[in-house]
């Protein structure tokens, strides 16, 4: 069977479905790549005692199968909240993905720069301030786990444009934090997706695939909302990327809905993108 040149995010599947039973389903349908997605009862690090990890890594290296990045979703905890409890909340649960990420070899975790106060935000600096302190403690941590912090852009974030992110990274000053651009979160607010992409260049790990409007936030199947994939698909290619664009599809219907925008981004060009 041929690989499927994408990689798969779980998301779909964190209500319904075991991390096994997920990454065999799209093992058969020949997906060699997967971006798992933390959550209770589908992959949850607390839930996952060394037998556990051992059989999940025993799955992994009997089918061929790479987890590319551990997700957990940035809706869910802030780093940079305003109380201390909520980012030393978000903290802890942080790090024991990155845990989770060392024991299983797995190269990157995705992270959010944190949320203001939509109404009332604190000062930049100060948020600026909290999300370097976060950093402090898992930058090291990811390190001595051999894996790495890949922060994304995200519309709800205080930093949701790519530029402005990658200003705080470069400040912030470690080269080995990478940057995951989600094509859906920068069409949302706007962005120009070649600019996104060319100003996270120098970080840029991996690439999130998935449709959106402008009115509603959405993370659709490819062909239900506005993104210019074709700009993004031509950027990529000036830019050399050769790596499998992660497909954070959420839908009711994930098998076929999937498979769907796998055909559509084939049709604009996307398939051989792993083989620039």
Not at 10 to 15: C, N, Q, R
Not at 31 to 36: A, K, L, P
Not at 257 to 263: E, F, G, K, R, T
Request: glycine share 10%; net charge negative.
């Amino acid at each position: 069977m041929n690989q499927l040149p994408y990689a798969v995010n779980t998301y779909s599947y964190t209500l319904g479905y075991g991390i096994e039973d997920c990454m065999n389903i799209w093992a058969d349908r020949g997906c060699t790549e997967f971006e798992v997605m933390m959550y209770p009862g589908h992959c949850w690090p607390n839930d996952m005692d060394s037998a556990a990890r051992s059989s999940l890594l025993s799955l992994m290296a009997a089918k061929g199968l790479r987890i590319v990045s551990l997700n957990m979703p940035n809706v869910d905890i802030n780093i940079a909240g305003a109380t201390p409890e909520m980012r030393d909340y978000s903290l802890g649960i942080l790090k024991s993905v990155f845990e989770l990420a060392g024991d299983l070899g797995v190269p990157g975790v995705v992270v959010g720069p944190g949320k203001s106060n939509p109404l009332l935000p604190a000062p930049r600096e100060q948020l600026m301030g909290w999300f370097y302190a976060g950093l402090d403690e898992l930058v090291p941590l990811a390190a001595r786990g051999g894996t790495r912090v890949l922060v994304e852009n995200m519309p709800f974030a205080f930093l949701p444009r790519a530029a402005e992110m990658m200003a705080a990274l470069d400040e912030y000053g470690h080269d080995e934090i990478g940057v995951v651009y989600d094509v859906a979160n920068g069409a949302f607010i706007g962005e120009d997706l070649a600019a996104g992409l060319r100003a996270v260049e120098s970080r840029l790990v991996l690439v999130h695939v998935s449709d959106t409007g402008t009115a509603v936030y959405r993370h659709d199947p490819v062909g239900r909302g506005t993104v210019p994939f074709e700009t993004a698909e031509a950027a990529l290619r000036l830019l050399g990327f050769n790596r499998k664009p992660v497909l954070e599809i959420i839908s009711d219907n994930p098998d076929a809905d999937i498979l769907d925008s796998i055909d559509r981004l084939n049709a604009l060009g996307w398939g051989d993108i792993a083989a620039v």
